[in-house]
C-alpha cells in the first residue's frame, strides 16, 4: 500500500537485528556485483551475435543517439535520489516532490527530444541519427518515472530485487534484439532493446516497491532538494567535462589512433572497476547514511569497508598490472601492444584510487556531497592539467601522470575523510598501508612469472602467474591484515548463506 501520511517514512532494515546493516550490506554488494558479471557476459554474447546481423553504421548511429541519454538522466533526477538515499527520513511529502518533478521534467526532455532530433542530426552531420533519437525519446520519460521506486529499494538495501529486475528487463531487451535483427529491422532492433530494458525495469521497480505518489508537491523540500542536488551533478558534470578535455588534448597531440590506444587500456581498468568497487557506491551510501548518527560506528564501518576493498580490489587490479602484456594481446589482437604499458600504469593507478568509490558514498551518505563536489572539481583540473604537460611525450607519459594525480588525490582524501570520522589522518591511511606490501612483492613475483612463462600459450602464463602471486599474496597478507582477512572470510561466508538457500540435512 502507499504511504498516506507526509511524515510516515519508508521501511528501514533493522540495524541491530541478525539481518542488520553488516549482513546487508554484504548481501547487497555481492547482488550488486554478481548482476554486472552476468548482464557483462549474457550482454557480450548478444553482441557478438548481433554483430553478424547488423552494420557497424548501425551500431555507429545508435551509440550517437545513446551519448545523450546520460546526460538527459543528470538533468531529470538533478541529484534528487541521492537526497533521498541520505536524508534521515523519506517522507511521503519527499518522495512525491520527486516523483512529480521526475515526471515533468520527462515529458519535457523527451518531447523536446523529439523536436530537436533534426537540428542534432544536421550537428552530427548524421542525418540517419534523427529518427533513432526520436525513437530513444521515451527512455528519458521511462528513467524518471522510475526513479522514486528504485530509490526506495536501493534506501532499503533490496539489491536483490535490483539484481533481479536489472537481469530479467537486460534478458528481455537483448532477446527482442536478436529476434529484430533476424527479421531484419536493422538498426531498430538496438533502439528497442534499450526501449525493452527500460521498460521492464521500470514496471518491476513499481511493483517491487509497492509505493504510490500522492498528490503533494512540497516548494520547501524541492529547493531543499535543488541545493543539495546541484552539488551531486556537479560533480558529474565536471568529470564529463574533464573527459571531453581529456579525449581532444589526447587527439590533438597523438592523434586519432592514440585515443584508440588509450580507449582500449582505460576499458580493461574500466571493466574490472565496474565489476567490483563500482559496486560499492551504491551500497555503501545507503549504509552510512544510515549509521552516521554513531560516530563509532560509521568510523568502524568505513575502516572495515576500506580494508576489504583494498584486499579484494586491489589483487584484481595487481593482476591485471601483471598480466596486460598476455591479456591485452590475447582479448583484442597484437595490434594494441601499444596499449599494454598506458593498462599497466592505470592499473597502479586503480589500486590508489580504489578508496575513491567509499569515499564518495561516506560523503553523500553524511550530507556533505559540497566537500565532495570542490575536492572532485581539484582533482579533476590536476588531471587535465598533468595530461596536457605530459602527453606530448607519449600515452606512457600520460598514464605515468595519472599514476601521480591517483597518489596525490588519495593523499589529499585523508584529512578531509579524518575530520568527517573524527579520526587521524594514518588512521584512515591504514588499509592501503597495510595491503602496500603484499601487493608490492606479489607484483615483483608476478612480473617474474609472466617473463620465465613467456613461451607457454597465453591462459597457461597467466594462470601461472596467478597461482605464483597468490602463493606470495595471501600469506603477506594474512601477516599485515590479519584481521581484514579474517572479516574477508567471514563476510563471504556470510554472504553465501543469505543468497544460497541452505543445503538439506543427511537424513539419518
Same mark, same amino acid.
Given at each position: 500500500m502507499?504511504l498516506?501520511q507526509s511524515d510516515r517514512?519508508?521501511?528501514?532494515?533493522?540495524?541491530?537485528?541478525?539481518?542488520?546493516y553488516?549482513?546487508?550490506?554484504?548481501?547487497?554488494?555481492?547482488?550488486?556485483?554478481?548482476?554486472?558479471?552476468?548482464?557483462? /557476459?549474457?550482454?557480450?554474447v548478444?553482441?557478438?551475435?548481433?554483430?553478424?546481423l547488423?552494420?557497424?553504421?548501425d551500431?555507429?548511429?545508435?551509440?550517437?543517439?545513446?551519448?545523450?541519454l546520460?546526460?538527459?538522466?543528470?538533468?531529470?533526477?538533478?541529484?534528487?535520489?541521492?537526497y533521498?538515499?541520505?536524508?534521515?527520513?523519506?517522507?511521503?511529502?519527499?518522495l512525491?516532490t520527486f516523483?512529480?518533478?521526475?515526471?515533468?521534467?520527462?515529458?519535457?526532455?523527451a518531447?523536446?527530444?523529439?523536436?530537436?532530433a533534426?537540428?542534432?542530426?544536421?550537428?552530427?552531420?548524421t542525418?540517419?541519427?534523427?529518427p533513432v533519437?526520436?525513437?530513444?525519446?521515451?527512455v528519458?520519460l521511462l528513467?524518471?518515472?522510475?526513479?522514486?521506486?528504485?530509490?526506495l529499494?536501493?534506501?532499503?538495501?533490496?539489491?536483490?530485487?535490483?539484481?533481479?529486475?536489472a537481469t530479467?528487463?537486460?534478458?528481455?531487451?537483448?532477446a527482442v534484439?536478436?529476434?529484430?535483427a533476424?527479421?531484419?529491422?536493422?538498426?531498430?532492433?538496438?533502439?528497442w532493446q534499450?526501449?525493452?530494458?527500460? /521498460?521492464?525495469?521500470?514496471?518491476?521497480?513499481?511493483?517491487?516497491?509497492?509505493?504510490?505518489?500522492?498528490?503533494?508537491?512540497s516548494?520547501?523540500?524541492?529547493?531543499?532538494?535543488?541545493?543539495?542536488?546541484?552539488?551531486?551533478i556537479?560533480?558529474?558534470?565536471?568529470?564529463?567535462?574533464r573527459?571531453?578535455?581529456?579525449?581532444?588534448?589526447?587527439?590533438?597531440?597523438?592523434?586519432?589512433?592514440?585515443?584508440?590506444?588509450?580507449?582500449?587500456?582505460?576499458?580493461?581498468?574500466?571493466?574490472?572497476?565496474?565489476?567490483?568497487?563500482?559496486?560499492?557506491?551504491p551500497?555503501?551510501?545507503?549504509?552510512f547514511?544510515?549509521?552516521?548518527?554513531?560516530s563509532?560506528?560509521?568510523r568502524a564501518?568505513?575502516l572495515?569497508?576500506?580494508?576489504?576493498?583494498?584486499v579484494? %580490489?586491489?589483487?584484481i587490479?595487481?593482476?591485471?598490472?601483471v598480466?596486460?602484456?598476455?591479456?591485452?594481446?590475447?582479448?583484442?589482437?597484437s595490434?594494441w601492444?601499444?596499449?599494454?604499458?598506458?593498462?599497466q600504469?592505470?592499473?597502479?593507478?586503480?589500486?590508489?584510487t580504489?578508496?575513491?568509490?567509499?569515499d564518495?558514498?561516506?560523503?553523500?551518505?553524511?550530507?556533505?556531497?559540497?566537500?565532495?563536489?570542490?575536492?572532485?572539481?581539484?582533482?579533476?583540473i590536476?588531471?587535465?592539467?598533468?595530461t596536457?604537460a605530459?602527453?606530448?611525450?607519449?600515452?606512457?607519459?600520460?598514464a605515468?601522470?595519472?599514476?601521480?594525480?591517483?597518489?596525490a588525490?588519495t593523499?589529499?582524501?585523508?584529512?578531509?575523510?579524518?575530520?568527517?570520522?573524527?579520526?587521524?589522518?594514518?588512521? %584512515?591511511?591504514?588499509?592501503?598501508?597495510?595491503t602496500?606490501?603484499?601487493i608490492?612483492?606479489a607484483?615483483?613475483?608476478g612480473?617474474?612469472a609472466?617473463?620465465?612463462?613467456?613461451p607457454?600459450?597465453?591462459?597457461?602464463?597467466l594462470?601461472?602467474?596467478?597461482?605464483?602471486?597468490?602463493?606470495?599474496?595471501?600469506?603477506?597478507?594474512?601477516?599485515?591484515?590479519?584481521?581484514t582477512?579474517?572479516?574477508?572470510?567471514?563476510?563471504?561466508?556470510r554472504?553465501l548463506?543469505r543468497?544460497?538457500?541452505?543445503?538439506?540435512?543427511?537424513?539419518?
Amino acid at each position: 500500500m502507499a504511504l498516506q501520511q507526509s511524515d510516515r517514512e519508508t521501511a528501514q532494515p533493522a540495524a541491530d537485528s541478525p539481518g542488520g546493516y553488516a549482513a546487508q550490506a554484504t548481501a547487497s554488494v555481492v547482488w550488486t556485483v554478481a548482476q554486472k558479471w552476468v548482464l557483462r /557476459i549474457t550482454g557480450f554474447v548478444t553482441i557478438a551475435i548481433l554483430a553478424r546481423l547488423l552494420s557497424p553504421a548501425d551500431f555507429g548511429v545508435v551509440a550517437l543517439a545513446s551519448s545523450l541519454l546520460p546526460l538527459l538522466q543528470l538533468l531529470a533526477d538533478l541529484g534528487f535520489s541521492t537526497y533521498l538515499l541520505q536524508v534521515p527520513e523519506a517522507t511521503t511529502r519527499r518522495l512525491s516532490t520527486f516523483f512529480w518533478y521526475s515526471m515533468a521534467s520527462g515529458v519535457v526532455l523527451a518531447g523536446g527530444l523529439v523536436l530537436i532530433a533534426p537540428l542534432l542530426g544536421m550537428l552530427f552531420a548524421t542525418p540517419a541519427v534523427t529518427p533513432v533519437i526520436q525513437g530513444l525519446a521515451p527512455v528519458a520519460l521511462l528513467i524518471t518515472l522510475g526513479a522514486v521506486p528504485t530509490t526506495l529499494l536501493r534506501r532499503n538495501l533490496r539489491f536483490r530485487s535490483l539484481a533481479v529486475q536489472a537481469t530479467i528487463a537486460g534478458a528481455a531487451g537483448q532477446a527482442v534484439a536478436v529476434v529484430l535483427a533476424l527479421l531484419g529491422f536493422g538498426v531498430w532492433a538496438l533502439v528497442w532493446q534499450t526501449l525493452i530494458v527500460q /521498460i521492464v525495469s521500470t514496471a518491476l521497480a513499481w511493483i517491487a516497491s509497492r509505493w504510490l505518489p500522492s498528490f503533494e508537491f512540497s516548494r520547501q523540500e524541492f529547493g531543499t532538494m535543488v541545493r543539495f542536488g546541484a552539488k551531486v551533478i556537479g560533480i558529474e558534470l565536471v568529470a564529463l567535462a574533464r573527459s571531453w578535455a581529456e579525449n581532444a588534448i589526447v587527439v590533438s597531440a597523438l592523434g586519432v589512433s592514440g585515443l584508440g590506444y588509450l580507449n582500449i587500456a582505460q576499458r580493461l581498468i574500466q571493466i574490472a572497476q565496474d565489476l567490483t568497487s563500482a559496486a560499492l557506491v551504491p551500497v555503501s551510501l545507503v549504509v552510512f547514511a544510515q549509521i552516521r548518527s554513531a560516530s563509532d560506528r560509521l568510523r568502524a564501518g568505513y575502516l572495515r569497508a576500506q580494508s576489504v576493498s583494498y584486499v579484494v %580490489v586491489g589483487a584484481i587490479m595487481l593482476c591485471l598490472a601483471v598480466g596486460s602484456p598476455v591479456l591485452i594481446p590475447m582479448l583484442f589482437g597484437s595490434q594494441w601492444h601499444e596499449s599494454v604499458a598506458p593498462a599497466q600504469l592505470l592499473a597502479v593507478a586503480g589500486i590508489l584510487t580504489i578508496g575513491a568509490s567509499l569515499d564518495q558514498g561516506l560523503f553523500y551518505g553524511v550530507g556533505r556531497p559540497g566537500t565532495w563536489f570542490v575536492y572532485a572539481i581539484a582533482v579533476e583540473i590536476l588531471t587535465v592539467a598533468v595530461t596536457a604537460a605530459v602527453v606530448h611525450w607519449g600515452l606512457g607519459a600520460m598514464a605515468l601522470g595519472f599514476v601521480f594525480v591517483a597518489a596525490a588525490a588519495t593523499v589529499a582524501r585523508w584529512p578531509l575523510v579524518a575530520r568527517e570520522l573524527d579520526a587521524r589522518w594514518w588512521t %584512515v591511511s591504514m588499509p592501503i598501508v597495510k595491503t602496500s606490501i603484499p601487493i608490492a612483492v606479489a607484483a615483483v613475483v608476478g612480473f617474474a612469472a609472466v617473463a620465465i612463462t613467456r613461451p607457454l600459450p597465453g591462459p597457461v602464463s597467466l594462470l601461472l602467474a596467478g597461482l605464483a602471486m597468490a602463493a606470495f599474496y595471501l600469506p603477506l597478507l594474512r601477516l599485515t591484515a590479519r584481521d581484514t582477512s579474517a572479516e574477508l572470510i567471514g563476510l563471504g561466508q556470510r554472504a553465501l548463506r543469505r543468497i544460497l538457500p541452505r543445503a538439506p540435512k543427511a537424513a539419518l
